[in-house]
């Protein structure tokens, strides 16, 4: 992860991987048949397993934005400022020179975020707590202020710190109706 993530995906080299690792680079090929094998079980490792705890979750017994924020908030924790950030950051920044990237990167983890979202969406809808209907159509208005929060984080966050999750709350506000306080 360190070397994609310091030299991005073009410029990693498997030598410079094995080399970190303290291996032969042969040792490598006994595993992964290549640099883009290697990334995608990083992929599967590192962010899989964070999207995944979204089509986990228990059948909610509270509200679906308690649960939407329990996600979204667990997800800022184990994503906005880390490694898995990063990782995150480099898909977006070369996935479109390397769209095998990219369509792996959709297949593993965009698309199973968006339904689970979109399930999620779906339930608030039946039980009246989303009114705006066509939500379910665009998931991506859901799951936009962490993409927005990983991106910030990397380029502005220097000059102008970004709250991710009081921005959640906002953006939830918004879909929801802000919360009543007592």
């Known amino acids: 992860m360190e070397e994609f993530i310091t030299r991005g995906f073009a410029a990693t080299r498997l030598d410079d991987i094995a080399r970190r690792a303290g291996v032969a680079k042969g040792t490598i090929y006994l595993h992964f048949k290549d640099k883009e094998s290697m990334f995608e079980e990083l992929v599967r490792t590192v962010i899989v397993p964070v999207v995944a705890k979204l089509n986990a979750l228990p059948p909610p017994?509270?509200?679906?934005?308690?649960?939407?924020?329990?996600?979204?908030?667990?997800?800022?924790?184990?994503?906005?400022?880390?490694?898995?950030?990063?990782?995150?950051?480099?898909?977006?920044a070369?996935?479109?020179?390397?769209?095998a990237v990219a369509d792996f990167y959709y297949r593993e983890v965009v698309?199973?975020?968006?339904?689970?979202?979109?399930?999620?969406?779906?339930?608030?809808?039946?039980?009246?707590?989303?009114?705006?209907?066509k939500l379910a159509r665009y998931p991506q208005i859901l799951i936009a202020p962490a993409m927005i929060a990983v991106i910030w984080q990397s380029l502005f966050a220097r000059h102008a710190p970004l709250d991710a999750q009081?921005?959640?709350?906002?953006?939830?506000?918004?879909?929801?109706?802000?919360?009543?306080?007592?």
């Open 61 to 92: 017994t509270g509200s679906v934005r308690d649960l939407i924020e329990t996600f979204a908030g667990n997800f800022l924790k184990e994503v906005i400022g880390t490694r898995r950030g990063d990782l995150v950051r480099l898909i977006v």
């Open 94 to 99: 070369e996935g479109p020179r390397f769209p």
């Open 111 to 133: 698309s199973r975020g968006m339904a689970g979202m979109r399930a999620l969406i779906e339930l608030g809808i039946a039980r009246g707590e989303i009114q705006q209907a």
């Open 166 to 182: 009081d921005m959640l709350r906002v953006h939830l506000d918004l879909i929801f109706g802000e919360r009543r306080t007592t």
